[in-house]
């Protein structure tokens, strides 16, 4: 009989009960419940165009439309929303982005993506300039909201524990844990992951990042702003802003307080308007080095599973990535190399 352990209650794991739910098929989902996680603290931000190069973000394409079925879906299962599709605008910050953009805007995966319509910003709301562009299929999930009311749709198949390696017994007849016998376990712990015994040869190459949050009169502006830091509205009146990235952090993390006054000072050059700081959280990103994620069975114990290394990309990526998962499992369907973890495997 399948039924299945899944450790960590952060994106990756929230999807993959949903995916195995969907299907019926039992599972028990275990979450330290730390107030600050990376799942927690993440924006979940959706854009097509990102980052410095001002490229279409990496397949793109297979994953929103699987990321808009699946969080609508949960929406209506859970009866909130979660999931809100908005205009995204995005201005060049330098001389350096305003060179690159007529080229990108050329390149035809990038072309489908832009908005027509010049970005008509507030000036008594962003500071100039306002050259730029806007963004379609771009979009936010409210993360907090969706991993608070995924746990409790889970009901009792979801338990609040801290669960260390050596407490999971992979044994001939499958797994165990607390005298509860499952056919799989899957670790999905983000970046504590690499201090799992097994995982310990996953290249993670973990990122602290920051976000803000504050409170400003934005007039009724409900896009996703961006120039040098993202700013998403939010309908209680404030506003979330980031983010950083700091390859070095301890452990605990915390974020550094130069990192955290560098996003403020952007965050208030970019806004006309007064800023009210709220808050600040910090959490880790788990990044696997040269991988978009890792899935898959450890080459040694085919009934311990690892999900992880998602990134900054959760929100898109993790509803095609537990399905696919979840067809690997019960179907014996093959991994993507790109993802399956034994295909990575130094040895």
């Known amino acids: 009989m399948i039924r299945i352990l899944i450790i960590g209650q952060g994106l990756a794991g929230t999807a993959l009960a949903w995916r195995l739910h969907e299907r019926g098929v039992p599972f028990v989902i275990v979450d330290r419940e730390e107030p600050v996680t990376c799942s927690k603290v993440a924006a979940g931000l959706i854009t097509p165009v990102t980052g410095m190069r001002l490229k279409v973000s990496w397949r793109f394409e297979v994953f929103y439309p699987e990321a808009l079925r699946f969080y609508r879906n949960i929406g209506k299962r859970l009866g909130r929303r979660v999931f809100f599709p908005r205009g995204y605008v995005r201005l060049l910050k330098n001389e350096q982005e305003r060179q690159k953009w007529p080229k990108r805007l050329r390149e035809s995966e990038v072309g489908p993506f832009v908005h027509p319509q010049a970005p008509q910003l507030d000036p008594a709301i962003v500071t100039l300039s306002h050259e730029g562009f806007q963004q379609r299929?771009?979009?936010?999930?409210?993360?907090?909201?969706?991993?608070?009311?995924?746990?409790?749709?889970?009901?009792?198949?979801?338990?609040?524990?801290?669960?260390?390696?050596?407490?999971?017994?992979?044994?001939?007849?499958?797994?165990?844990?607390?005298?509860?016998?499952?056919?799989?376990?899957?670790?999905?712990?983000?970046?504590?992951?690499?201090?799992?015994?097994?995982?310990?040869?996953?290249?993670?190459?973990?990122?602290?990042?920051?976000?803000?949050?504050?409170?400003?009169?934005?007039?009724?502006?409900?896009?996703?702003?961006?120039?040098?830091?993202?700013?998403?509205?939010?309908?209680?009146?404030?506003?979330?802003?980031?983010?950083?990235?700091?390859?070095?952090?301890?452990?605990?993390?915390?974020?550094?307080?130069?990192?955290?006054?560098?996003?403020?000072?952007k965050l208030r050059d970019f806004l006309a308007v007064p800023v009210e700081l709220v808050g600040s959280q910090s959490a880790v990103r788990p990044i696997i080095k040269g991988r978009q994620a890792l899935l898959g069975a450890h080459p040694s114990h085919p009934r311990v599973v690892f999900f992880n290394g998602l990134g900054s990309k959760g929100s898109l990526r993790a509803p095609w990535l537990a399905r696919h998962l979840a067809e690997h499992l019960l179907d014996g369907r093959p991994l993507d190399p790109e993802f399956d973890l034994q295909a990575n495997d130094p040895t």
């Open 137 to 265: 299929h771009a979009a936010w999930l409210d993360t907090v909201t969706y991993l608070e009311a995924s746990r409790r749709f889970f009901g009792d198949a979801y338990r609040q524990a801290t669960v260390e390696p050596d407490e999971v017994i992979d044994d001939a007849e499958g797994v165990v844990w607390r005298g509860e016998r499952f056919s799989h376990v899957v670790w999905a712990q983000g970046w504590q992951a690499a201090k799992h015994p097994l995982f310990d040869w996953v290249p993670f190459q973990s990122a602290l990042g920051t976000i803000l949050t504050a409170k400003a009169d934005l007039k009724g502006e409900r896009r996703i702003l961006n120039r040098g830091c993202w700013v998403i509205p939010r309908a209680d009146g404030t506003l979330r802003a980031g983010s950083t990235y700091e390859w070095s952090f301890p452990d605990p993390p915390a974020g550094s307080p130069s990192m955290i006054a560098d996003l403020e000072t």
